[in-house]
């Protein structure tokens, strides 16, 4: 594979020459283009495709913006990208296959969005060759293993725990019931809030988490939930099963409130259900909510015809704080200086481009981005405070 | 009592869905013997299809279910032409693999036409009735009443029609029919005709409660291939039995052991009862 | 019946690359990591060594006995998560934790198969199908043991295997290559070996029709049971490469998708035969790999591919090859024959 990057390397010193030469004859400035590959190793196909093309469009949006402005700078050379997508059908086995097939072609850097995926690749990153491996999951694992050349994109869902416990336990009541998707991120959230719900002294009904993918009929679920009379429900999955699980509840009676899990989004839900059944629930503040997001907004709107997710703008986000590294480390295929260069890029970037305030990238190479959480209201959001923010 | 009769209740909508596109299945099975792996596809393809009338055409949701039955029936009768006729003196396991070949092929052209995300199909009629604390969806009852009626009249068409009969009698037997003189060639594309409509009726019926996605066939797969063994392959009462005992099954499994558990129950049944009665709850003649 | 797509092939059994040729095979896929493939290559080369184990163990069943299990990759993933378990939770090494896993798919055989052979034809079929999706959900479910929806994650690779691949100026991954090269190797003399004998003479018997087997003083149900012993443990066999290569475990990994993709392998390479399970899943896997440049037409292509290889060439490619052979004779002899008329 290195001999590919080596020849590709040599057309690019012929091609350069061809360039200045052309430079040196017309007197323009126009420099030969150096294309970068890009590569993403994520469910394509099968029933997380959604999930797999959200990631990939914020990818996609990110590289296609940088490109139409003529690329950026490294080490004086003009670098545009090319996306290599490859589906994993979200198993870890061809994310491995993915990533080496990434690899034998000369690419460094590699997003994958599924912890499974990350978690079997992670030890492959600094086998020879080297690559950055760009993890878009919340899983604890991925930051426990201390691997020096990943960079975790979303942000730590443990600063919303406290803010959506006392918002709703103040505002409705003590007991709450659980009717969260049992994927192993929805039932690591499950874990949590109901340590946090006890901690703040209420109680907590039976687990009623169902699989948000396989179940046909989620009514059964919340009827058993809710034959505890709980006050707060815990649900979240991917935002249309979740909707239809706030739809259920609310046409059984249910008057409480909710707590929605960060995977749901509030901005896709209300296209199912009326707003009015989402009030008085808490979540992540829609991304068109966000302040200077409007561009970023509008712009997917127009490429993609739908609301854009956090799915979307986290990858979009990635994708520039990892060029503007390229561009700060002066080059492009060394993992290891591109990735001490991600904390510097996430500071020097407008928040245009990185969508969410980034604070910028710690030491284990984690995004640190302030995320707003918000309740409903009236069909109104409202922005919460969040206490602890995670460094 | 309300939540035992709220539980009864999301049974039956869940049975009546199963049950329909149990049919189909079953029907295929009695008169081709073919396991038709595709069928779950036909199912997703017809929730696109009146996704599509709804959406793209601006009609009713009637006219949608209509045009979207008829349009999966085409789909299959065409299908059983070209693939599963052609095969059909060979080996089951052969029309099975070109099935899935058909599966993967329907799943990649409906993400590619429509986009992997989610669809929703609005309700018909939204609203709830409330009936002695049991909350009771329009849907849900639309759900139970249209699968009802559906089943009556498939059972008319089986009894009283002369295409009807001369399907039950191939799936009684298709030696002793072929030699009484029935046309052995067209039945069979009438049988996945048929189970094409009823697939994509029962997907029409349940979208409004589920959300229509490219793999929504896969998970409907696997359950009604559990309910028409348990009933006994190829039967129709043990088809409609089967569905209403899985939806019971995983209705109460789940609620008065875990839900955990609701998934496996399906499974967990079919195996129980084929170790005790290896040809299904009802036996019928090959 | 779903079972007798062997009976159809029957000829198939008599395919052999000769033991020469076989020698030849294995001697060329020696040879492959001293030449530097990229990491890709080597990786693909074990992906299709792990899928021709498990093809050959189907094979057993539904090639020489003519019964479709579908609960095959489920001993897969009992295989793999068994030693995923024992290395990580009981820390056993990886050279014992292997034959415990294999140990425990033939038992675990055997009891499936005492029940399931009760139902015949397609009824054991979607018997086994049923088996098959519990193993998956009691896995995905069993988090104290198996990690449930998280995966088991960080098997570490056999211990020594690092050491001596680095010793011999490999890299681990060529180390990897070897090790599934060998198993395969022992699984085609397994299997070989007992197609050979009077074991599998029998079960030929017993696909060409259980009643006429048994009036030749065949017992088919403990023949039959043995074969589905001998299958679960190659299953668990390959579960054990898959583990520690792998390194992380899903429970995707033992669902009836995986059957289904070894039984599309299995069927492509040509039933009943030696070769078959090999060429199925050598040429189907790189097929596929070479279409995800298609993104997402792949399936689109894939699907009716599938469906126009079981429609013209049923027998698989070892079958087209034979036929191929069979007609090169034919015309040999008639070409002998009109030059002797002449």
Redesign the interface.
């Known amino acids: 594979?290195k001999q590919i990057s080596g020849n590709s390397s040599r057309q690019q010193r012929i091609s350069l020459k061809l360039a200045s030469l052309a430079v040196a004859l017309l007197g323009a400035s126009a420099l030969a283009d150096k294309v970068v590959n890009i590569g993403y190793s994520g469910p394509?196909?099968?029933?997380a495709?959604?999930y797999?093309?959200d990631v990939q469009s914020g990818l996609d949006m990110a590289i296609n913006e940088m490109n139409k402005a003529g690329g950026v700078t490294v080490k004086g050379e003009k670098v545009t990208f090319k996306l290599v997508?490859?589906?994993d059908r979200?198993?870890?086995?061809e994310t491995?296959?993915?990533v080496?097939?990434l690899?034998?072609q000369g690419i460094d850097i590699i997003f994958v969005p599924h912890?499974?995926g990350i978690?079997?690749v992670q030890?492959l990153t600094n086998?020879?060759?080297e690559f950055l491996l760009v993890a878009y999951s919340s899983?604890p694992?991925i930051l426990e293993s201390k691997n020096p050349l990943t960079f975790m994109l979303p942000p730590r869902y443990d600063n919303y725990l406290q803010p959506f416990v006392s918002t709703q336990m103040k505002a409705f009541g003590k007991k709450l019931g659980m009717v969260g998707t049992?994927?192993?991120y929805g039932?690591q959230w499950a874990e949590a809030i109901t340590g946090e719900w006890t901690k703040q002294g209420g109680t907590v009904g039976t687990n009623?988490?169902?699989?948000y993918a396989?179940t046909?009929?989620y009514?059964?679920?919340v009827?058993?939930a809710l034959?505890e009379k709980p006050d707060v429900l815990f649900i979240g999955g991917?935002?249309?099963?979740t909707a239809?699980v706030v739809k259920a509840a609310r046409?059984?009676?249910f008057k409480g409130g909710f707590i929605v899990m960060d995977q749901a989004k509030f901005e896709q839900m209300d296209?199912?259900v009326p707003r009015a059944y989402l009030d008085g629930s808490v979540g992540v503040l829609p991304t068109k909510e966000f302040a200077g997001t409007q561009v970023f907004v509008a712009q997917y709107q127009r490429a993609y015809k739908?609301i854009p997710t956090s799915e979307a703008a986290l990858n979009y986000m990635g994708m520039n704080v990892v060029a503007k590294a390229m561009e700060l480390a002066g080059t492009t295929d060394d993992a290891q200086a591109i990735r001490a260069q991600l904390n510097a890029a996430a500071k020097a970037l407008p928040q245009s481009k990185t969508v969410y305030k980034m604070l910028g990238v710690s030491a284990g190479g984690h995004a640190d981005a302030e995320f707003i959480i918000a309740s409903v209201k009236g069909g109104k959001y409202t922005k919460l405070r969040v206490n602890t923010v995670f460094k | 009592m309300s939540t035992f009769l709220q539980q009864l209740f999301n049974a039956l909508a869940l049975g009546g869905v199963y049950a329909l596109v149990a049919l189909g299945l079953t029907l295929v099975y009695g008169v081709m013997r073919v396991p038709n792996f595709a069928h779950g596809g036909l199912y997703m393809l017809g929730a696109y299809l009146s996704y599509a009338v709804l959406t793209g055409l601006g009609w009713g949701y009637v006219p949608a279910l209509i045009i979207s039955a008829i349009g999966v029936a085409l789909l299959a009768a065409f299908m059983e032409r070209v693939i599963f006729y052609p095969m059909r003196n060979a080996p089951h396991v052969h029309p099975m693999i070109a099935a899935i070949g058909v599966l993967f092929f329907l799943e990649a052209a409906v993400q590619l036409v429509w986009g992997p995300d989610f669809k929703q199909i609005t309700e018909p009629v939204p609203g709830i009735v409330n009936v002695g604390g049991v909350i009771i969806t329009w849907q849900r009852l639309l759900v139970i009443g249209a699968s009802v009626v559906v089943m009556l009249g498939l059972n008319y068409f089986l009894k009283r029609t002369m295409t009807g009969a001369t399907i039950e009698a191939m799936s009684q037997n298709r030696e002793g029919a072929r030699l009484v003189g029935v046309n052995t060639n067209r039945v069979g594309m009438m049988t996945f005709a048929i189970s094409g409509a009823l697939a994509a009726a029962a997907a029409t019926l349940i979208a409004p409660i589920i959300s229509v996605s490219p793999s929504m066939g896969e998970v409907m797969n696997l359950k009604v291939f559990a309910i028409i063994i348990l009933g006994g392959m190829g039967s129709v009462p043990g088809a409609i039995v089967g569905a209403f005992l899985l939806a019971l099954a995983e209705v109460f499994g789940g609620y008065y052991i875990s839900l955990d558990f609701s998934d496996v129950i399906g499974f967990a049944m079919l195996v129980l009862v084929l170790a005790l009665k290896p040809q299904g709850l009802f036996k019928r003649g090959t | 019946m779903l079972g007798n797509a062997g009976t159809k092939s029957a000829g198939a059994g008599r395919f052999k690359l000769g033991t020469w040729g076989w020698v030849a095979v294995f001697v060329l896929a020696a040879l492959v990591p001293l030449f530097g493939p990229s990491g890709y290559l080597l990786d693909i080369g074990v992906n299709i060594m792990i899928y021709a184990m498990l093809a050959y163990g189907m094979n057993v069943l539904l090639g020489y006995t003519g019964q479709l299990p579908l609960a095959h990759a489920g001993f897969f993933g009992i295989g793999a998560y068994t030693v995923g378990i024992l290395t990580l939770k009981a820390g056993w090494s990886f050279w014992l934790a292997w034959p415990a896993a294999v140990a425990l798919c033939a038992v675990l055989g055997l009891l499936l198969g005492l029940v399931a052979f009760r139902t015949k034809g397609d009824a054991f079929s979607i018997f086994t199908l049923g088996v098959g999706v519990i193993i998956m959900l009691v896995i995905n479910k069993w988090d104290a043991l198996t990690g449930g929806n998280e995966g088991l994650n960080g098997i570490n690779p056999p211990a020594g295997l690092e050491v001596l691949s680095k010793g011999v100026g490999l890299k681990l991954s060529a180390g990897f290559y070897y090790l599934a090269l060998i198993a395969l190797i022992l699984t085609v003399l397994a299997v070989a070996r007992a197609r050979g004998s009077v074991f599998g003479r029998s079960l030929i018997a017993i696909r060409g029709g259980e009643d006429l087997a048994r009036s030749a003083g065949i017992d088919v149900f403990t023949h039959k049971l043995r074969a589905m012993m001998l299958s679960t443990a190659i299953a668990g066999f390959a579960g054990g490469v898959y583990a520690v290569y792998v390194g992380f475990l899903g429970s995707a990994s033992a669902g009836p998708a995986m059957t289904f993709t070894v039984l599309l392998y299995l069927l492509a390479g040509g039933l009943g035969t030696l070769a078959g399970p090999l060429i199925g899943p050598a040429l189907l896997y790189t097929l596929t790999q070479s279409l995800k440049g298609l993104q997402d037409y792949q399936y689109i292509v894939f699907g009716p591919l599938l469906v126009l290889l079981i429609m013209f060439a049923p027998q698989g490619l070892a079958g087209l090859w034979m036929k191929a052979q069979a007609r090169r004779e034919l015309a040999a002899v008639t070409g002998k024959k009109g030059a002797e008329r002449a």
Request: charged letters at 25%.
């Open positions: 594979m394509l196909s099968g029933g495709a959604f797999g093309k997508a490859l589906d979200y198993l870890p086995n491995a296959t993915n080496k097939r690899t034998s912890a499974g978690l079997t030890p086998r020879d060759p899983e694992k049992t994927s192993a039932k009623n988490g169902v699989d396989t046909v009929d009514s059964s679920a009827t058993k034959a991917p935002s249309q099963p239809l046409e059984q009676g296209t199912i739908k």
